[in-house]
């Protein structure tokens, strides 16, 4: 489906992103893996590899614009274009705001809104000379909906709602599409990092979600990458500016 293709994953080193890298390259895309940690990062590349897929990986921090330039740049460089961004790194901090710092809250904003902002112009200027391109932003459920003690979490996430919306508006005329994702309680390293500050049992977790999502179940990792995988295909490229919650049905509360 994607062969010839090259995807930039952010964050890709776990969770979300790991589980949309590793599906992209299973459907023949060459794909960029890019996060902190060099040795999770490694480990993605080789379980690519293993699985017949192409992948290469640069580390750095996306809170760095001069990264970020570098990251879409180089990744051209290597791979000859870029098809699809995916933005999907992020951090995320609980608590009422007066717990939080000047450097937290700047902390949020670089890494989750600034960050998709440099790639993205980046991406932009490649993809305008190619003719083509598909950026994919991962909110979060928390852009939608007000979840209690998440007021800078959200606010970022709400951003990048909107900062979706106008880029498409802005690139459809430069065959440019560009939609986001907003996951909902997904198990992932960052997410069980949250069910602990809850100081409830495993069990005790997954009995509250399941009472809470409509669905029945928490989400996972390939239930956004299956999302990234349809919206970055030509099967949907009429679809662009939308704002699709996977999330078992929350945010329909």
């Known amino acids: 489906m994607y062969s010839g293709k090259t995807v930039l994953v952010t964050g890709s080193t776990s ?5 949309t890298a590793k599906a992209f390259a299973s459907h ?16 993605v590349v080789a379980d690519i590899a ?45 608590g009422k705001i007066a717990s939080h710092s000047n450097a937290a809250w700047q902390a949020l904003i670089d ?23 598909v950026i994919i932003n991962i909110s979060s459920e928390c852009g939608l909906i007000a979840y209690e003690d998440l007021a800078a979490y959200s606010a970022t996430k709400g951003a990048i709602v909107m900062f979706t919306k106008v880029l498409a508006i802005d690139h459809a005329s430069d065959k440019i599409r560009v939609n986001a994702i907003c996951p909902g309680d997904i198990d992932t390293p960052m997410t069980n990092i949250a069910w602990k500050s809850l100081n409830l049992s495993p069990e ?4 509250n979600l ?34 699709f919650p996977v999330d078992g049905g929350t945010t329909s509360r």
Not at 15 to 19: F, P, T, V
Not at 50 to 56: L, P
Not at 116 to 133: D, E, I, P
Not at 231 to 242: E, P
């Open 28 to 43: 023949g895309a060459q794909v960029m893996v890019s996060g902190r940690n060099q040795e999770r990062a490694e480990a």
């Open 111 to 133: 890494t989750n809104v600034s960050s998709v902002f440099y790639l993205s112009r980046t991406a932009v200027a490649h993809m305008k000379q190619q003719g083509s391109g």
């Open 50 to 94: 293993a699985a017949g897929g192409t992948a290469e990986l640069i580390i750095g921090d996306v809170a760095d614009a001069n990264f970020c330039e570098k990251l879409v740049n180089e990744t051209v460089v290597r791979f000859g274009r870029l098809d699809i961004l995916i933005n999907n790194a992020g951090i995320v901090i609980q």
């Open 15 to 19: 969770g979300i992103g790991e589980g």
């Open 204 to 207: 005790e977790i997954r009995k």
């Open 210 to 243: 399941k009472d809470h999502i409509p669905i029945g179940r928490i989400g996972e990792p390939e239930d956004i990458a299956a999302t990234a995988l349809f919206l970055a295909s030509d099967a949907a490229g009429f679809i662009t500016g939308t704002v």
